[in-house]
Each structure stands twice: as C-alpha cells, then as structure tokens.
C-alpha cells in the first residue's frame, strides 16, 4: 500500500502539529514496515531529512490555509497516486476526493473562535468560513479521524455527529531529552541565564491564548506572594506573539510585573532544567487536546498543578494536583500544598507519576496510527 502523509506543518515552528509529525515520521520509520510512504514536505526540511528507499520526499513549498493548498495540494497528491492520505491537522483541500485519514487535535478553533487565533479581527472573520467549511469536509469525509484523547473524540462525534467508531485515540508522547538528568553546573548555567533559583519558581511553557487561562495564575500568584510575604516568581517560557504581548499588559493591570517573568523560546534541553527545578509547573487551561506538558514536566522531575477539566483527569489521573480554574484561591491553596511537600515526600510522589507516564511513547502512537491505515486499506 502506498501511504501520503502531509507534512508541510513538520518541524518545532509548528508547535504541537510539528513535533507530533517529526516523531509520527521518526517512529514509522523504525517500526520498518515494507509499504511505501509519500511526505510532503516545505523546502527547510526537504534537503534535511533523510528517508530510507521505501520512502519518497516530495516539494509543497506553501504554506497552511492559503489558495496554493486548497487548488495545487490536490493535484500533486493526485499525480502520486496514494490508496490513502494522511492528513495531520483540519486544514483539508476541498477539491480532493480521495480516500484519506485526518488528525484532530482539538475543537479549539471551532469553540474558541477569536481566543484561539494570532489575526486581526477582519482577518479572522474574512478566513473563519472557509477554515470551519473546509474542516468539516475533510472530516465528514474522511475514512477514519484519529484523536489524542478520549476527551476531544468525544467533542468530535458531538460537535460533527459523528459515530464515535469511527474515530480512534492515539495518545502521544514525549522526547527523550525530557527524561534525562543533566549535571548541575548545566542546570545551573540555565537557571542562571534566566536569572531563577531552583525552588523559588512555579513555571509555564506554551502560548498565551485567552483559553490558556495564564490571567489566573497572575492573579494567584500576586495573591501567594502577598499573604506570605515572599518572592515567589512565576516564569513563562514560550515563542512571542500578540498574546503574549498582552499577557505583559495584564501583568501591568495586575500590577504583578516583579512576580512574573517571560522567558520567551527555551530549547528542550532548558525546558527540561526548568521543568525540574521548579516548585511546580502550573497548567491552567480551560481547554486542551491532550496535555503533552504536563507529562513532559512529571518525566523531567517536576510536580505539576493543572486545572481540574476532563482531559487532564483522563491523562494524568491521580499522578497531580488538581484545582479549580476560575477560582485564584484555589490556585493559591494548590501552590502553598505544594510548596510545603517534603523532598522525600515529593521524590515518591514523582517516582510514582514517572511510573505512569511510561505508557505514553511515540513509538506507540505511530504503531496505533499505522493500524488505523491498515485498518481502513484491508476495509
């Protein structure tokens, strides 16, 4: 069978989308199998990666949501004559008939509208049709709609009618650089840049969109900081864009300017540092597909507070602290908990929650995700 994967969302500048296609491709490509893989790729990493003779790289050098992917995609996945398409995010050419898989991370951008978008307002409005008509004709269409949780399938058949048959989990997973320990003066040397000490932070990495809930964590954290009379910061790693930068204006309307600190982009060696030597990573969200961080956060050796919404419950069970995301006292209750933990007391805790999250690898994803394509190839 000959396989097509669109994978010009690959690489980190494509956050979540990018590293779930570097590892899908990676761990496809070691599980050996004998048919024949087609991936569309953008110029920056057509010359870098290196596939092996059953695999065959071809140009789509344009980018997402744009003319080009909707009236040119379709005929170049036409000429190559795939007996499926793979399709890892919504943004699906209309004119393609073809058989094929899609991979719908969450419904965020069909429930959160403008909270969920870096656009102007008349941008946003100008593309929301067509991205929302597209979206549901790729998935209404589609052979098969493969999910990274339990949580959002269970959005999909209930937002699209969907037979939940119809849609399987593949929960992803986590890079090995997450589950190593590095020597102390190089943690050392990141913290320093960063100017924090190990245990005197709660910590963040992701964007700053409104459904991301960080105004809580200000809130609370001015909140901690006044009733204890301590220096706690509250450090916020992540690429700049414009919710972040009105992420600083609320920490100015907060007045929390001396308790939070922005990092910006962190490489995944620093984010592990800063991972393990916090006091806690804090995950907010209203709204999430899977929960990638947090897991990253327990591998690297961090405690984690998260908000108290289904998928996290289903993710990451009863290996963290839960607390209620609208309410910054209860937040406030969730750090000072956690910052009374013991070092022994914290050590069982992780030994227990590292333990868990064994059971999410890429490896396994990619293994579950080839199945589907079999799956739907035999009928």
Known sequence: MKIL????????????????????????????????????????????????????????????YTFEEQFILPRIIKKEKPDLVHFPHINFPILYQGMHVITVHDLTMQRQGTDATTLSLPIYYFKRFPFLFAARIGIKSSAAIIAPSKTVKNDISEYYSIDKNKIFVT??????????DFEDNKSLNVLSNHRLRSGSYFFYVGNAFPYKNLGIV????????????????????????????????????????????????????????????????????????????????????????????????????????????????????????????????????????????????????AQETLEVYQKILKG
């Open 5 to 64: 994967i669109d994978a010009r969302m690959y690489g980190l500048e494509h956050s979540g989308i990018g590293r779930y296609l570097i590892n899908l491709i990676e761990e496809l490509i070691k599980l050996g199998n004998k048919e024949q893989f087609v991936v569309l790729l953008r110029k920056k990493y057509f010359d870098q990666l290196n596939l092996p003779s059953n695999w065959k790289k071809v140009l789509a050098d344009f980018r997402h």
């Open 171 to 180: 929960y992803e997973g986590m890079t090995k650089s997450f589950k190593r």
């Open 218 to 365: 200000v809130k609370a954290i001015k909140k901690l900081n006044t009733e204890k009379g301590s220096n706690v910061k509250f450090a916020v790693a992540g690429s700049k864009d414009v919710f972040k930068e009105r992420f600083q204006i609320l920490v100015k309307q907060e007045n929390a300017q001396k308790y939070v600190k922005i990092l910006g982009y962190v490489s995944d060696e620093e984010l592990s540092v800063l991972y393990k030597n916090s006091t806690a990573f804090i995950y907010p969200s209203l709204s999430e597909g899977f929960g990638l961080q947090g897991l990253e956060a327990v591998a690297s050796g961090s405690l984690v507070l998260a908000s108290d919404i289904p998928v996290f419950k289903e993710i990451y069970e009863n290996n963290v602290l839960y607390f209620n995301p609208n309410d910054a006292q209860s937040l406030v209750e969730a750090m000072k908990k956690v910052m009374k933990i013991s070092s022994a007391e914290k050590s069982k805790i992780l030994n227990k929650a590292k333990e868990f999250t064994k059971k999410y690898t890429w490896l396994k994803m």
